[in-house]
Nanobody, 114 residues
Framework: HVQLVQTGGGSVQSGGSLRLSCVASRSTIGIYTMGWYRQAPGKQRELVAGITSGGIIHYAESAKRRFTISRDNAKKTVYLQLSSLKPEDTAVYYC????????WGQGTQVTVSS
């Protein structure tokens, strides 16, 4: 079992920035793929960005050139830097880790006003 605790998020105006953090309870996260998803009201949860153990990164088209995923394995943490935020980025953001089973963070609200 892995616990993921998220911090960050909040409310910003369009064009603003936020950083989300996700700390894992397991010390060996470096060998696992981690990612960030989001779910807007009335919509399905969607992948925002993922990062493999080898540092290969994938971004959803909507996140390219605006969001940056990174990880610090020593701190057992994955980050998502959100920049140039738009109202359509408003959603609950979740981190996840795939250790065979998938575990999720508790979610954090990001609200972008125009």
């Amino acid at each position: 079992h892995v616990q993921l605790v998220q911090t960050g998020g909040g409310s910003v105006q369009s064009g603003g920035s936020l950083r989300l953090s996700c700390v894992a309870s397991r010390s060996t996260i470096g060998i696992y793929t981690m990612g960030w998803y989001r779910q807007a009201p009335g919509k399905q949860r969607e992948l925002v960005a993922g990062i493999t153990s080898g540092g290969i990164i994938h971004y959803a088209e909507s996140a390219k050139r605006r969001f940056t995923i990174s990880r610090d394995n020593a701190k057992k943490t994955v980050y998502l830097q959100l920049s140039s935020l738009k109202p359509e980025d408003t959603a609950v953001y979740y981190c996840d880790i795939n250790v065979g089973n998938v575990y999720w963070g508790q979610g954090t609200q990001v609200t972008v006003s125009s």
